[in-house]
């Protein structure tokens, strides 16, 4: 179908925030199957149409330097709206949102397209959403602290007039046919001459068509740096935090289960000033008792260390850079120094999943250790040091 610019407007703006990380690059929405949803007459009935808007794809692209979970992201049109699954986009990765209509009559997108056939794990399938011809808007979004939706980028297309069908029979014995219809595509300043090199403030599509290529691009947004595409989110949703304060008593507060002493009935029906100890699991249910006065946790220091004790070690321990970044090399430094001196058994880091991905255990006299989460995702992790006496205090380390 040849469009006039007259009568079409398609542009990629950058709706909200300035800053993503995933970016579409392609769109088609003029599939030439039939895209009625259904046939028939009101005095024959009607039956659903299988193969409407087959073909019909969405194509993103992460052009940050780090592999991301798209868990929290959508696509969504003027109609509805799909919520990207639990899968990581590598960087510099492409995938497609196709349409097929689930869970039945669900056709192979490489039947279509055949050059993805083998990239499988790169297409992701949705019923959600329908291109609609005449007047639409693609948006990709995301989700911060799992309330607020932030859009990003989107492409916008309205023609003044419903434009001239292009069914084409035969469309599944011959996919070559899906070639003959162009798809609205991403290049960096398509007013002005191709030339990839040059790059406008913000990226602009409009009215650029070519033939669609899913799974590739002629033209793709430069590769940038995840921290710094991520930093200017942060400061706008949490810049009221202050990361020396604030942040780590947010995140590093924990709920302590400290009961010293407890009174229990008698066989006589009388108080007993008996100092009873308990122990507990991970989740906090308790699993043994004893009395404080006949039991050591361990050698050396008698019922363990006190809350004020406890908290004054926590505080002399120092992580930094934290959060950690690519400027700093994702690299981690811990010191202890003060009354947490000689106290630290053993420290261990923990990502999200409860998977320890760095242990340590200093000996006599040694108060500091560095590590690296290059090869970690991005997010929270924790830190607990294991003392002498068998407590252990916990603090948290971001990645951006």
């Keep these: 179908m040849k469009l006039k610019p007259f009568y079409f407007l398609a542009c990629l703006s950058v709706s909200g925030l300035l800053y993503s990380q995933i970016a579409i690059t392609e769109v088609y929405y003029d599939t030439p199957f039939n895209e009625k949803l259904r046939f028939g007459n009101d005095l024959n009935g009607y039956v659903d149409a299988i193969k409407h808007h087959r073909g019909e794809f969405i194509e993103i692209y992460n052009y940050s330097d780090s592999d991301l979970n798209l868990k929290d992201w959508y696509i969504k049109d003027l109609q509805g709206i799909f919520w990207l699954p639990h899968k990581i986009i590598k960087k510099n990765e492409f995938m497609v949102i196709a349409y097929s209509r689930l869970p039945y009559h669900t056709t192979t997108f490489s039947d279509h397209f055949t050059p993805t056939f083998g990239k499988e794990n790169q297409i992701i399938y949705q019923d959600q959403i329908l291109l609609r011809n005449k007047k639409d808007k693609v948006t990709l979004g995301y989700t911060v602290g799992g309330q607020k939706f932030v859009d990003t980028w989107q492409v916008m297309w309205d023609f003044r007039n419903d434009p001239s069908p292009n069914f084409l029979p035969n469309l599944t014995s011959n996919p070559s046919q899906f070639y003959s219809v162009k798809s609205i595509q991403y290049h960096p300043d398509p007013m002005s001459t191709i030339d990839p090199n040059v790059q406008p403030n913000g990226y602009d599509l409009y009215n650029y068509e070519a033939t669609p290529n899913p799974l590739q691009a002629n033209f793709v947004p430069p590769t940038q740096s995840y921290a710094d595409l991520v930093k200017d989110n942060f400061q706008n949703y949490y810049a009221y935090l202050n990361w020396d304060s604030n942040a780590s008593n947010l995140i590093n507060n924990v709920c302590p289960i400290n009961i010293e002493k407890v009174f229990q009935n008698s066989k006589k029906g009388e108080l007993s000033n008996e100092t009873k100890c308990f122990n507990f699991d991970s989740s ?17 220091e008698p019922n363990g260390l006190t809350a004020d004790e406890l908290n004054a070690i926590k505080n002399s321990i120092v992580i930094s850079p934290n959060p950690t970044k690519a400027s700093d090399s ?12 000689n106290k630290i058994n053993n420290v261990q880091v923990f990502n999200s999943s409860a998977t320890t991905v760095y242990g340590f255990a ?15 995702l991005p997010g929270a992790f924790v830190a607990n040091f294991v003392l002498t006496t068998g407590q252990v205090i916990s603090k948290n380390i971001l990645k951006w």
């Design 284 to 300: 906090g249910n308790v699993i043994s008792s004893y009395n404080c006065s006949d039991q050591l946790i361990i050698p050396g």
């Design 330 to 341: 994702y690299n981690v430094t811990m010191s202890w120094s003060g009354p947490a001196l």
């Design 362 to 376: 200093p000996g006599q006299g040694v108060n500091t250790t560095t590590f690296n989460l290059q090869n970690q």
